[in-house]
């Protein structure tokens, strides 16, 4: 497709589950990033992916928090044993890295609700 | 520590009013700053970009400022239209190596007829 594409666009999952959210990064895109965004609030950083290199993984917010990206395509974040304080919309954006002046494309997002 | 602060969080206006958003930065070394619009329940898309040279640029009834000495941008939209309603969010970014923009937390507008 043309831009980035996020499923599920909507989850409702029960505490304690485990979530998967994926990314479909824009095409030749070597940069990829996820974001948190709760609701009213600002983005808040969770990884970030260049090409081969070993993510940044600064952002997450704990070890029930995972991401993976096979080279430069998919991505999926996945959250173990979810958390009420969870609930959030999960935003992808993909960038051509190799420019400083690289713009941010974003996914419509994955909204997750924790019951 | 890189930091993005943005005035005022919240702003209502009429419809046909002029506005401006502010933006105050701590990150260094600078490469360039962006503002995005972020419709609600969409994604942020980037309206303009501004790099250290650049003192002024227009996007249509958008007109972003950047002052590289004080660290400050501003976004101003003139004719508010009911579409302008959104979040606007001031992104600053660094050169090269390891790319983490740093995002302020948006300012909200609400453009009311």
């Known amino acids: 497709g043309a831009g980035v594409s996020q499923s599920p666009s909507n989850k409702v999952t029960e505490k304690g589950k485990d979530v998967e959210l994926r990314c479909d990064p824009i095409?030749?895109?070597?940069?990829l990033y996820w974001y948190r965004q709760r609701l009213g609030q600002g983005l808040e950083f969770l990884i970030y992916?260049?090409?081969?290199?070993?993510?940044?993984k600064s952002g997450l917010p704990s070890d029930r928090f995972s991401a993976e990206r096979t080279g430069e395509s998919v991505s999926t974040l996945t959250i173990q044993r979810t958390q009420q304080e969870d609930s959030a919309v999960y935003l992808c954006?993909?960038?051509?890295?190799?420019?400083?002046?690289?713009?941010?494309?974003f996914g419509e997002g994955s909204r997750l609700t924790v019951l | 520590k890189n930091q993005v602060e943005q005035s005022p969080q919240s702003l209502i206006i009429l419809e046909g009013k002029n506005c401006t958003l502010q933006c105050n930065y701590t990150v260094s070394p600078f490469s360039n700053l962006r503002w995005y619009k972020q419709d609600t329940g969409r994604g942020p898309v980037s309206l303009t970009i501004?790099?250290?040279?650049?003192n002024t640029k227009s996007n249509g009834r958008y007109t972003a400022t950047l002052d590289a000495d004080t660290k400050q941008s501003s976004l101003h939209i003139t004719a508010s239209q009911l579409s302008d309603s959104a979040s606007y969010i001031c992104v600053v970014s660094g050169p090269g190596g390891s790319y983490i923009p740093t995002f302020g937390r948006g300012t909200s507008l609400i453009v009311h007829p």
């Open positions: 095409s030749g895109h070597t940069a």
């Open positions: 992916f260049q090409g081969n290199s070993a993510p940044d």
């Open positions: 501004m790099t250290f040279s650049e």
């Open positions: 954006a993909s960038s051509f890295r190799l420019v400083d002046t690289g713009e941010l494309f």
